[in-house]
């Protein structure tokens, strides 16, 4: 049995299908790369499947119980844990406040006390490297700072499924390399990964399968190598420029 | 047109940029590329007037424009197109177009204008009743650059073109902005993404913990070792 298991899933926005008849397997231990042009349903398909938003259609099951229905705050605590493309800290708090929410709210419990919280987020604001970071307001972050500290809450929920959403806009090479090796240690710590992401560079490297979204469809999925030389993808997502240095 | 000399800025006690010079020529398509932190936001906010230089000039057409306020500053011609695209998600597109042309007296030729965005990025027809926050990322990116051509600058300037785009959205922009540039306007775009930036310019300056390292033509550029190694992950 797989650990996530989505069938026929739909969200009608009106008359616009968002999301249209998607069903995918996320099997325990694994790094699902999720692709698709701006618009074409990713971030709708992470609102469905972590209670986000309801849908229209079809049904999500985690362990093999249905989650379709249950509000996000209980989906989060069994295990399903998630980013924001748009980042949202709590602008007020410092930044290992920030972490030690998730670890207070958590998956499998939550942190017991303050102190167990605190202890939580700081081994989780080490693992991130934002240690450094830790007493300061978290308005004062960069935006990859932000970004990580926004990994490091849904962290410290301690999930076993984790969804992110766009964690690397706007890093650069270097930054996207420490960020993949990062995601890595992620899945060896045994956290099943979603990845959305638009740097290619990145979901070829950590993806052990791609999938494509096309106007909320499935276009196709399987290993990077053979998802990013379709011609279909290509001509949905990747682009002309994409397919030249590919060829070059 | 836009001349940059010997600039310096920063926050309070926390210099940034150290004797920026850089040179956009009337016509030329220009980018400033480099890392989180290397400074070019603060760049642009010294040149839009939000951040007050320490030293040094920004001229325009040879007009010192040095310390004014942002408002003159767009009035002298200066557009930005801002990173995260920052449109008034709750007004239509065309509403959002319509701001971009607020300062503007030739109010008959404003619809012309408006169609000519159309002519050049078709959805936003399509969409021009739609509210402009409920679109696709690249489709407000469409937006945030029709609505900053809408002032008809003598510079447009474009920060993080690339932000959160799938690539085929930016193969439609890029040849978007070529059009655009090869029908007169000058651009200035500052991006991290450098295969992108590169594809876009001709002249590039490369710019690292607050100081210009590198600049010449793109050409030249993509075959530097360090913008391989740094830049292009090569």
């Not at chain 1, 924001?84 to 499998?108: C, D, E, H, S």
């Not at chain 1, 987020?121 to 990859?144: I, K, Q």
């Not at chain 1, 990580?148 to 996207?176: C, S, Y």
């Not at chain 2, 509403?95 to 109010?107: K, T």
Request: overall charge neutral.
């Amino acid at each position: 049995m797989a650990l996530v298991e989505a069938r026929g899933v739909t969200k009608r926005f009106g008359g616009l299908a968002a999301v249209s008849e998607v069903s995918f397997d996320l099997q325990d231990g694994e790094i699902l790369g999720l692709i698709g042009p701006n618009g074409s349903g990713k971030t709708t398909l992470v609102n469905v499947v972590t209670g986000a938003l309801p849908y229209t259609a079809g049904e999500v099951r985690f362990r093999g119980d249905s989650i379709r229905g249950r509000p996000p705050y209980e989906i989060g605590r069994m295990g399903v844990s998630r980013t924001f493309q748009i980042v949202k800290p709590f602008r007020n708090l410092t930044v290992i406040q920030n972490v030690m929410v998730g670890a207070l709210f958590g998956a499998r419990g939550g942190a017991a006390t303050l102190s167990e919280a605190r202890r939580r987020a700081e081994e989780v604001l080490d693992f991130v490297s934002l240690s450094h970071r830790a007493e300061m307001a978290a308005d004062g972050l960069n935006v990859p700072e932000r970004k990580r500290m926004e990994l490091a809450r849904a962290l410290a929920m301690r999930p076993t499924v984790l969804l992110l959403d766009e964690v690397m806009a706007g890093l650069n090479p270097a930054e996207i390399d420490a960020a993949v090796a990062l995601i890595k240690r992620i899945r060896d710590r045994g956290t099943t990964l979603i990845v959305i992401e638009h740097v290619m560079k990145a979901i070829r490297d950590l993806s052990d399968r791609i999938m494509v979204l096309f106007h909320g469809e499935k276009l196709t999925e399987g290993p990077p190598a053979e998802v990013l030389s379709n011609p279909d993808v290509v001509s949905a997502y990747l682009g002309r420029r994409y397919a030249e240095r590919a060829g070059a | 047109m836009l001349e940059i000399e010997q600039l310096s800025a920063g926050y309070g006690e926390v210099q940034i940029l150290r004797h920026v010079s850089l040179r956009v020529e009337a016509g030329e398509m220009v980018t400033l590329v480099g890392s989180n932190g290397a400074g070019k936001s603060t760049l642009l906010n010294a040149i839009c007037g939000i951040v007050r230089p320490t030293a040094g000039r920004v001229r325009l057409d040879g007009t010192d424009i040095t310390g004014w306020s942002s408002e003159a500053i767009v009035a002298e011609g200066i557009t930005q197109v801002p990173e995260g695209r920052r449109l008034f998600p709750q007004m239509t597109v065309r509403e959002n177009l319509l701001m971009g042309a607020y300062r503007r007296r030739d109010h008959h030729s404003i619809e012309r204008d408006i169609a000519a965005m159309y002519e050049l990025f078709p959805i936003l027809k399509d969409r021009q009743r739609q509210r402009a926050g409920s679109m696709s990322g690249g489709e407000q990116q469409m937006c945030a650059i029709g609505r900053g051509l809408m002032a008809r600058p003598r510079i447009l300037i474009l920060d993080e073109l690339s932000l959160g785009l799938a690539p085929i959205m930016l193969d439609v922009l890029v040849d978007a902005l070529q059009r655009v540039h090869a029908e007169g306007t000058t651009v200035f775009v500052v991006e991290q993404d450098v295969a992108t930036a590169f594809d876009l310019a001709t002249t590039g300056y490369v710019l690292e913990n607050g100081r210009v390292v590198l600049s010449g033509p793109t050409a030249d550029l993509r075959s530097s070792p360090h913008v391989k190694k740094a830049y292009l992950g090569l």
